[in-house]
C-alpha cells in the first residue's frame, strides 16, 4: 500500500459517519437505477411470457392448401438450421352442431390435427387432460365440460364434413373472401381467394350466410361420415391457432387429408427485425401466404416497430437522467465537505512534495473506494425492492393486463446489472472531479497558516 492509498484509507476511517453518508449515497444511486431498469426489463419480460402462454412463441406462420411440393417444403425448412422449431395444424373436417351447441361453440366444430411442439411454439396446453397422440383421440374447449357437453374419457361422436360456398335462390357469380383476421397482434397481407358455387372453403374463412352477411353464397357441409374420439382434454385459451372463423376447435392428431387447408408455425434464429423475418419466411415457403407474429417479435425485441418500446426506452432514459442528476448533487456535497474539512492535510502533503496529480488521485482513489463498497449494496437494495413491490403488486397488475394466470416476476438480467454499475461509477467519478481538482490546487502557504493558526 503506497502513501497516497493509506492516506486515502486512514481518512475514510477516521471520518466514519461521513464515509457511511457517502457509502449510502452511492448505494441510493445505485439501488433507483437498478431498480428503474429492472422494472422496464421486467415488464417486457412479462409481456413476452403473457403472449407466450396465450398465443405461443412462433414468429412467422404460412397458410396454404396442403400437397406433396408443400409437404416438401416443410420438410427442407424442418432441415434449415435456421428454423429452431415448427408446428403444423391441418384442417380434419367440420362438424355438425346443435342448437345448444352452436351457442358456446359456433357455427361448426373445427376439427384440426396437430404436428410438432404445438405447445410452446402455438401455446396450445390442455388445461385437464392431455393433448391427443392419435386420429381418434379429442381434445376440446373446455365449455364443453362447463355445459354439460362432455368428461374426460366420454366418447363424442360427430358428422363430420367439409364445407363449402353454395349460392343463394336466385343468386349468382362470384365473390372474394378474405382468410385471415387481423387479431391476436398477428400481421400479413389479406389473404383474397375467389369464392364460387361449390368452392372448399377452410377453418380461416368465415361462415357464409346470405341473409345476414349481405353476400351471395351460403354454404352446406358434404361428404360427411360419422367420427368418433375419446375426449383426453380441454383447453380454456383460444389462441391464435386455436381460433378459426367458423368455431372452436376439436384438437386431434392425424386424420387430415393430403390436399388439407394447412398453418406452419415456425420460430427463426439469428434474425433482427421483421423483415428479416418475412423474408426468410418466403424463402422457405416461396409463393405462400405469410403472417408475422409481431406482438411477439416486438416483445421479443425483432421488431422492426419499435414506436411503443422507444417510448418505454425513453422515459427510462429520463428517469435514470434525473436519478444520476440527484445523486451527482448528494454526492458532490459530501466529497466537497470531506476535502474542506483536510484542506490542512492536503497542504501539509503538498508541502513534503505530493504533486498535483498525486493529491487528486487520493480524492478520486476515496471514491473509488466508496463506490466499490456502495455499488454493489445497491444493486442488492434495488433488486430487493423490485422483488418486494412485484410481490405486492404483481397480481393486480397481472390481472389488470388480462393474464392472471402469469406472474409479474423479477427479471434479473446481466447488462441491467452491468449498466447500473457503470452509471453509478460515472455518477461518483463526476461527482469527486470537482473536489479533487480542488485538493490538488491547495496552497501551501495558506495551508501552512491554518495549521499553525
Known sequence: ????????????????????????????????????????????????????????????????????????????????????????????????????????????????????????????????????????????????????????????????????????????????????????????????????????????????????????????????????????????????????????????AGGAAPDAFTDVFFTLNDVANTQQVEEAAEALFPDEHVVLHTAMLRYMGVSSDSSIWATFYGLVVVLAAVIVVACVSLIFNAFNISVAERIKQFGLLSSVGASRRQLRRAVVLEGAIVAVIGIPCGLLIGLAGCAATFAALGPAISQLAGSGEVAFRVAVNGWVLAAASVLTFVTVLVSVWIPAKRASRTNIIDSLRAASG
Open 1 to 252: 500500500m503506497n502513501a497516497t492509498t493509506n492516506f486515502t484509507v486512514k481518512s475514510l476511517r477516521a471520518n466514519k459517519v461521513r464515509t457511511l453518508v457517502t457509502i449510502a449515497g452511492v448505494a441510493l444511486a445505485a439501488a433507483l437505477l437498478t431498480a428503474v431498469l429492472t422494472t422496464y426489463v421486467s415488464l417486457n419480460d412479462y409481456l413476452y411470457r403473457s403472449e407466450a402462454h396465450l398465443a405461443g412463441t412462433w414468429m412467422a406462420c404460412v397458410e396454404a392448401d396442403g400437397s406433396s411440393a408443400l409437404d416438401e417444403k416443410i420438410a427442407d425448412a424442418q432441415a434449415d438450421p435456421q428454423v429452431a422449431g415448427t408446428a403444423i395444424m391441418r384442417d380434419v373436417g367440420f362438424a355438425k352442431l346443435t342448437a345448444d351447441q352452436q351457442n358456446t361453440q359456433g357455427t361448426y366444430l373445427a376439427i384440426r390435427s396437430i404436428e410438432g411442439d404445438v405447445g410452446d411454439i402455438c401455446g396450445i396446453a390442455p388445461s385437464e387432460g392431455r393433448l391427443p397422440e392419435n386420429d381418434h383421440e379429442i381434445m376440446l374447449f373446455s365449455t364443453w365440460n362447463d355445459y354439460g357437453g362432455g368428461n374426460l374419457g366420454d366418447t363424442v361422436t360427430f358428422d363430420v364434413g367439409q364445407r363449402v360456398a353454395r349460392l343463394a335462390p336466385g343468386e349468382e357469380g362470384s365473390m372474394s373472401a378474405g382468410t385471415m383476421t387481423a387479431s391476436w397482434g398477428v400481421q400479413g397481407e389479406a389473404h383474397e381467394s375467389e369464392i364460387t358455387d361449390g368452392t372448399p372453403l377452410n377453418s380461416s374463412m368465415g361462415v357464409l350466410e346470405a341473409d345476414i352477411d349481405g353476400g351471395i353464397f351460403n354454404e352446406d357441409i358434404t361428404n360427411t361420415e360419422e367420427s368418433t374420439y375419446t375426449v383426453v382434454g380441454f383447453y380454456d385459451r383460444p389462441g391464435y391457432a386455436l381460433s378459426t372463423a367458423a368455431g372452436m376447435v376439436g384438437v386431434t
